[in-house]
């Protein structure tokens, strides 16, 4: 019976894994990589210098995230590393998938930005609650709050990413874009910590 129990949480954080995958990708294919509205961190710097570069964005995350991996192995150990090796892997297949066959939503830069900061966050807080992070900033966020835990998740990752959108607002030469890349990310950290800490 105890191992029953434990095979039944395995599977579930590997559904919420999968799941949360299938929302990330979804949240940059149709809404936010179409209008060039970035997230920060490593999905941020990927899609900007998939822009400069044309290399498939999928495969800039995974390449920009095997030293944050190697980074936090000692810290988190090789489960947490494997998991997260298979949340970032599926969701930049399924994020290079998506932008070849998915056509863009909305190209109103508001509700892109909205919706797409919604896709994501509950995408990046199931992945979050399945025991798992799809890099980048994740990553970092959690080596940060594992020192102070008083810190909530999704504001940490909100603070890293503002300034990968500085960076990104430089690359599109486009301000407005930085602007509506703050919206995403705000809507995006509500909904993380919505799902891990419970709706307030």
């Not at 992945?127 to 909530?152: E, F, Q, R, W």
Request: aromatic share 8%; charged share 10%; glycine share 8%.
């Amino acid at each position: 019976m105890k191992n029953e129990s434990k095979h039944w949480i395995s599977l579930k954080a590997f559904a919420m894994i999968v799941v949360g995958c299938v929302l990330f990708a979804l949240a940059f294919a149709l809404f936010l990589e179409p209008n060039l509205i970035t997230t920060g961190g490593v999905s941020g710097l990927a899609m900007a210098i998939s822009h400069l570069s044309s290399w498939p964005m999928g495969v800039l995350i995974v390449a920009l995230n095997v030293p944050l991996m190697a980074l936090a192995l000692w810290k988190f150990g090789i489960r947490f590393i494997a998991s997260t090796l298979f949340a970032t892997v599926l969701s930049s297949v399924l994020l290079d998938l998506g932008l070849s066959f998915l056509p863009c939503m909305s190209n109103d830069l508001l509700l892109a930005s909205l919706y797409g900061g919604l896709l994501l966050g509950a995408g990046m807080g199931l992945v979050l609650l399945g025991g798992a992070t799809t890099g980048g900033s994740d990553i970092l966020s959690k080596l940060v709050t594992l020192k102070y835990p008083h810190m909530k998740l999704g504001r940490v990752m909100l603070v890293i990413d503002v300034f990968v959108i500085v960076i990104c607002a430089a690359v599109f030469r486009n301000i407005n874009l930085a602007l509506y890349a703050a919206i995403t990310l705000y809507v995006s950290s509500v909904v993380i910590d919505a799902i891990i800490y419970g709706a307030d």
